[in-house]
């Protein structure tokens, strides 16, 4: 049975489909199977993963309400070990309280990522922002949890209680397993951000943060323009470094 990976926050915009999409590729390079899956409706991971040219749009979303068979919403991408499947369909609707419901109330998320982990070595769960009702369905199915955090000042009022939401969320699902706080979009030399990453080193346990730092990097934002992750792309970059880095610490976790 492979592992089932999500990547969530309660913040948006703290680089978790930019960590879903590097982790995903890091694994594949490493000869595990992988699927990355996008359950947030805003779809960013289309654009990102590396999916092949003129690839097909749907998702997740037209298997959940019944319009796509599963097998036709795993995608190929550039490297052979990594499978994608989109969010679809939902991410071009205004309104994603249909998709938000079915996934709320029935079990296909839950089976889906079961059958999943069947077939694969990692599934990446990529979540929308918050602990709503999609993330939190991911999270009932998950066997793991990593939670990015932006080094950032607001990191300073706002780690407590992220840190207590995180711990409520793990307390509630027994298989759930905390991999950690990984601290995102460090600039070295801003004063701001080499404080805001001391503090949260002072105050979270040392097991519960990765000591890896992902590095703020043009790169990232560059490969993710050109519809790739900047471990494929630009591979020497010390973002891409540090992501292959903790693939690493956590595909040898995961073999534990
Ligand atoms: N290490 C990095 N260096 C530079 N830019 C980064 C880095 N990580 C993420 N970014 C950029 O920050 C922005 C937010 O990242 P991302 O989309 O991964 O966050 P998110 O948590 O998935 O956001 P959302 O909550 O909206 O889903 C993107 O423009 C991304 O390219
Ligand atoms: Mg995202």
Same mark, same amino acid.
């Given at each position: 049975?492979?592992?089932?990976?999500?990547?969530?926050?309660?913040?948006?915009?703290?680089?978790?489909?930019?960590?879903?999409?590097? @982790?995903?590729?890091?694994?594949? +390079?490493?000869?595990?199977?992988?699927?990355?899956? *996008?359950?947030?409706?805003? &779809?960013?991971?289309?654009?990102? %993963?590396?999916?092949?040219? &003129?690839?097909?749009?749907?998702?997740?979303?037209? !298997? @959940? #309400?019944?319009?796509?068979?599963?097998?036709?919403? =795993? $995608?190929?991408?550039?490297?052979?070990? $990594?499978?994608?499947?989109?969010? &679809?369909?939902?991410?071009?609707?205004?309104?994603?309280?249909?998709?938000? #419901?079915?996934?709320?109330?029935?079990?296909?998320?839950?089976?889906?990522?079961?059958?999943?982990?069947? +077939?694969? *070595?990692?599934?990446?769960? *990529?979540?929308?922002?918050?602990?709503?009702? =999609?993330?939190?369905?991911? $999270?009932? %199915?998950?066997?793991?949890?990593?939670?990015?955090?932006?080094?950032?000042?607001?990191?300073?009022?706002?780690?407590?209680?992220?840190? +207590?939401?995180?711990? /409520?969320?793990?307390?509630?699902?027994?298989?759930?397993?905390?991999?950690?706080?990984?601290?995102?979009? !460090?600039?070295? &030399? #801003?004063?701001?951000?080499?404080?805001?990453?001391?503090?949260? +080193?002072? #105050?979270?346990?040392?097991? @519960?943060?990765? /000591?890896?730092?992902?590095?703020?990097?043009?790169?990232?934002?560059?490969?993710?323009?050109?519809?790739?992750?900047?471990?494929?792309?630009?591979?020497? /970059?010390?973002?891409?470094?540090?992501?292959?880095?903790?693939?690493?610490?956590?595909?040898?976790?995961?073999?534990?």
């Amino acid at each position: 049975m492979g592992r089932i990976l999500a990547i969530v926050s309660q913040k948006g915009g703290v680089g978790k489909t930019t960590t879903a999409v590097n @982790l995903g590729a890091a694994f594949a +390079r490493r000869g595990l199977k992988t699927l990355i899956v *996008d359950v947030d409706p805003q &779809g960013s991971v289309r654009y990102g %993963s590396g999916l092949k040219k &003129g690839h097909k749009t749907y998702g997740f979303a037209d !298997y @959940l #309400n019944g319009t796509r068979p599963l097998r036709d919403v =795993i $995608l190929p991408t550039s490297l052979p070990w $990594l499978r994608v499947m989109l969010v &679809g369909s939902v991410s071009e609707d205004a309104d994603h309280t249909d998709y938000t #419901n079915a996934i709320g109330e029935g079990d296909l998320l839950s089976k889906m990522l079961a059958t999943a982990a069947e +077939r694969c *070595d990692i599934v990446v769960v *990529d979540t929308p922002p918050g602990l709503g009702a =999609i993330t939190r369905s991911a $999270l009932a %199915s998950s066997d793991r949890v990593l939670v990015p955090l932006q080094a950032e000042p607001l990191v300073l009022q706002t780690t407590p209680q992220i840190f +207590r939401a995180n711990q /409520d969320v793990v307390s509630k699902h027994k298989k759930l397993t905390f991999d950690g706080i990984l601290l995102t979009m !460090y600039e070295a &030399g #801003n004063t701001a951000c080499e404080r805001t990453v001391k503090y949260v +080193r002072a #105050n979270v346990p040392a097991n @519960l943060v990765f /000591d890896i730092t992902i590095p703020r990097s043009s790169a990232v934002s560059d490969a993710f323009a050109a519809g790739q992750p900047v471990v494929v792309r630009t591979p020497g /970059d010390p973002a891409a470094q540090a992501y292959v880095n903790l693939a690493t610490r956590l595909a040898e976790r995961f073999a534990e």
